[in-house]
């Protein structure tokens, strides 16, 4: 157990709609990152924050935002849902100063 | 264009024996790497990482070893565990002058490990 926790575990929704995937980071990380996993992709860096501050960005659609919160929770809101969009996306959490980030377990996207 | 390839997508050693994982890259920005391991149904565990100013680095049974000059990275496990068994990702990425980490870890595809008993 990472000490990272996401929620829901398993989303199943339609095309067009918009979801929020929610991300509790280790307790003490103030760094939250967002990662997507598809079949043909791998894993790909999304978004990072820092204490609430957005602080990196990836290959980030523009139908998907995140934000931290001041607890340091994160939710990532995909909108516009399109099929291949359907992957796992993993949220990781570190101390701001190293780069060892932890995962969570991940979210499982399935657009219909 | 893939900045960080692990170009065996399988690997299968014996219980007992040395697995030997591979990685390289092409950004020469790239000053801090890591390896995790991978099970299906759960996120990436971090293994082990290793900066640029060192070749080499380890931690009980893992041993990453880093050629610079040949943007080379490789994980070596010994000895092998059928517990072992995941898939192994390598990841890197740039940090400044100060050591703050940029914060995006750019990773391989991936290496299926089978460890037989």
């Known amino acids: 157990d990472s000490g990272v926790t996401q929620t829901p575990k398993h989303l199943i929704t339609a095309t067009g709609q918009r979801v929020t995937l929610r991300c509790s980071p280790r307790?003490?990380?103030?760094?939250v990152y967002w990662y997507q996993q598809s079949l043909d992709q791998g894993l790909q860096f999304l978004i990072q924050?820092?204490?609430?501050?957005?602080?990196a960005k990836g290959n980030i659609l523009e139908r998907f935002s995140a934000q931290q919160f001041p607890d340091l929770h994160s939710e990532l809101n995909l909108s516009s849902l399109e099929l291949g969009d359907s992957a796992l996306y993993f949220c990781?959490?570190?101390?701001?100063?190293?780069?060892?980030?932890?995962f969570g377990p991940g979210t499982r996207l399935t657009v219909t | 264009d893939q900045q960080v390839k692990q170009n065996s997508p399988s690997l299968s050693v014996q219980e007992g024996r040395i697995s030997i994982l591979n990685c390289d890259y092409t950004?020469?920005?790239?000053?801090?790497f890591l390896w995790y391991k991978k099970y299906p149904a759960e996120g990436p565990t971090f293994l082990i990482s290793?900066?640029?100013?060192?070749d080499k680095n380890e931690d009980g049974r893992f041993t990453v070893f880093l050629n610079k000059s040949a943007k080379h990275l490789s994980l070596h496990i010994v000895p092998s565990q059928p517990g072992d068994s995941a898939v192994y990702f390598c990841a890197a990425s740039v940090t400044n002058a100060g050591g703050t980490s940029y914060g995006k870890l750019t990773f391989g595809q991936g290496t299926i490990l089978t460890v037989h008993p």
């Open positions: 990781a959490s570190s101390v701001y100063l190293r780069d060892e980030q932890y």
């Open positions: 290793i900066s640029s100013i060192k």
């Open positions: 950004n020469s920005m790239f000053d801090y």
């Open positions: 924050y820092y204490n609430g501050e957005e602080r």
């Open positions: 307790s003490g990380d103030l760094s």
